[in-house]
């Protein structure tokens, strides 16, 4: 009976019946609680099912908290260096980055990488998984040339251990190609980047997020070049791309009003930039609400824009509302 919830809860979370899943997966883990012992892997499972319903939900502290009650599980029956126990600290560390706490984080992924390559050899998928983590958190410290290592370590692992079409594969190419770009390699950045949306294209077809993604990213390396007609072109598919699988009211749709109005006010395209910046504010008032940084963002856009204008006392209002929300 247990398992059979459990497997409920499963199905019930992968059609985003999250509240449906928790309920399930609690009575799951109540009934383990009874008959197992309190070192039984099958608790740790639960556990780990548990918390990625409470991350689904955005509830981060509780999924921390599962994540760690089946880390000391995993622990006490298997030792140090099983791959679930590797599994465990990986997803303890992709909480810790999501909160910004990257040297948990780094902490956490280092101790995953370590008991992968003594279990699992170096050209293990799960290996790759984490040098593309480490990858992560050196980019969000801004340390792109150990950014871009672990990276290159996960896509000669992925090309070799998977097929050259994998999601995986590709999101190696766009993790480096995102890289490029912020340090200005932006031949090297746009050749990363179709790479993986030519992948991308081939396995996910037309319509997926991680297409539009992968547009999007374009987008931003010829806005940075100064090619801005192509940046415009990029930009807009991937608007139309999130547009169909979001709808209108979407925070990653307002983004690609906000991309497309900076690229018209560079262009000194000043009416449509503004037309743009202001679909890209009403979204993020209706789903952020009045005080959010995004908001604030929107806010400071149109105001540069009316000053470029010449409208001051528009431009004054703008970033008015912009600095009250900062």
């Given at each position: 009976m247990a398992q059979c919830l459990q497997r409920e809860s499963e199905i019930k979370r992968r059609q985003g019946d999250y509240n449906g899943a928790l309920q399930d997966g609690?009575?799951?883990?109540?009934?383990?609680?009874?008959?197992?012992?309190?070192?039984?892997?099958r608790l740790a499972d639960s556990y780990d099912q548990i918390a990625q319903v409470y991350w689904d939900l955005r509830n981060v502290d509780l999924c921390l908290d599962m994540y760690k009650k089946s880390l000391q599980i995993r622990l006490a029956v298997f030792g140090h260096n099983h791959p679930d126990v590797a599994m465990s600290y990986n997803n303890i560390g992709v909480v810790y980055e999501h909160q910004g706490k990257y040297d948990q984080a780094m902490d956490m992924y280092k101790k995953s990488l370590q008991i992968g390559l003594a279990a699992l050899g170096d050209s293990h998928p799960d290996v790759a998984n984490s040098y593309n983590n480490i990858g992560n958190v050196y980019e969000h410290q801004g340390k792109y040339d150990q950014a871009v290592d672990m990276y290159k370590k996960s896509l000669k692992i992925r090309s070799s251990a998977l097929d050259p079409n994998h999601p995986d594969v590709a999101n190696s190419y766009h993790n480096i190609g995102v890289v490029y770009d912020h340090q200005g390699k932006y031949d090297q950045a746009v050749d990363m980047l179709h790479k993986s949306l030519e992948i991308r294209l081939a396995v996910l077809g037309d319509n997926h997020l991680h297409v539009a993604r992968s547009y999007n990213n374009i987008g931003v390396v010829y806005r940075s070049q100064g090619k801005y007609d192509q940046a415009v072109d990029h930009f807009d598919k991937s608007l139309q791309i999130r547009l169909e699988v979001l709808g209108p009211n979407h925070p990653y749709v307002a983004m690609s009003y906000h991309n497309i109005g900076v690229v018209y006010s560079r262009q000194g395209k000043y009416d449509q930039a503004v037309a743009k910046y202001r679909k890209s504010l009403e979204i993020r008032l209706l789903v952020l609400g009045d005080n959010h940084l995004h908001v604030a963002q929107s806010y400071n856009n149109i105001g540069l824009v009316y000053h470029d204008q010449g409208k001051f006392d528009q431009a004054l209002e703008m970033h008015d509302k912009s600095l009250r929300i900062r």
């Amino acid at each position: 009976m247990a398992q059979c919830l459990q497997r409920e809860s499963e199905i019930k979370r992968r059609q985003g019946d999250y509240n449906g899943a928790l309920q399930d997966g609690c009575k799951s883990l109540e009934m383990k609680l009874k008959w197992l012992d309190e070192k039984d892997a099958r608790l740790a499972d639960s556990y780990d099912q548990i918390a990625q319903v409470y991350w689904d939900l955005r509830n981060v502290d509780l999924c921390l908290d599962m994540y760690k009650k089946s880390l000391q599980i995993r622990l006490a029956v298997f030792g140090h260096n099983h791959p679930d126990v590797a599994m465990s600290y990986n997803n303890i560390g992709v909480v810790y980055e999501h909160q910004g706490k990257y040297d948990q984080a780094m902490d956490m992924y280092k101790k995953s990488l370590q008991i992968g390559l003594a279990a699992l050899g170096d050209s293990h998928p799960d290996v790759a998984n984490s040098y593309n983590n480490i990858g992560n958190v050196y980019e969000h410290q801004g340390k792109y040339d150990q950014a871009v290592d672990m990276y290159k370590k996960s896509l000669k692992i992925r090309s070799s251990a998977l097929d050259p079409n994998h999601p995986d594969v590709a999101n190696s190419y766009h993790n480096i190609g995102v890289v490029y770009d912020h340090q200005g390699k932006y031949d090297q950045a746009v050749d990363m980047l179709h790479k993986s949306l030519e992948i991308r294209l081939a396995v996910l077809g037309d319509n997926h997020l991680h297409v539009a993604r992968s547009y999007n990213n374009i987008g931003v390396v010829y806005r940075s070049q100064g090619k801005y007609d192509q940046a415009v072109d990029h930009f807009d598919k991937s608007l139309q791309i999130r547009l169909e699988v979001l709808g209108p009211n979407h925070p990653y749709v307002a983004m690609s009003y906000h991309n497309i109005g900076v690229v018209y006010s560079r262009q000194g395209k000043y009416d449509q930039a503004v037309a743009k910046y202001r679909k890209s504010l009403e979204i993020r008032l209706l789903v952020l609400g009045d005080n959010h940084l995004h908001v604030a963002q929107s806010y400071n856009n149109i105001g540069l824009v009316y000053h470029d204008q010449g409208k001051f006392d528009q431009a004054l209002e703008m970033h008015d509302k912009s600095l009250r929300i900062r």
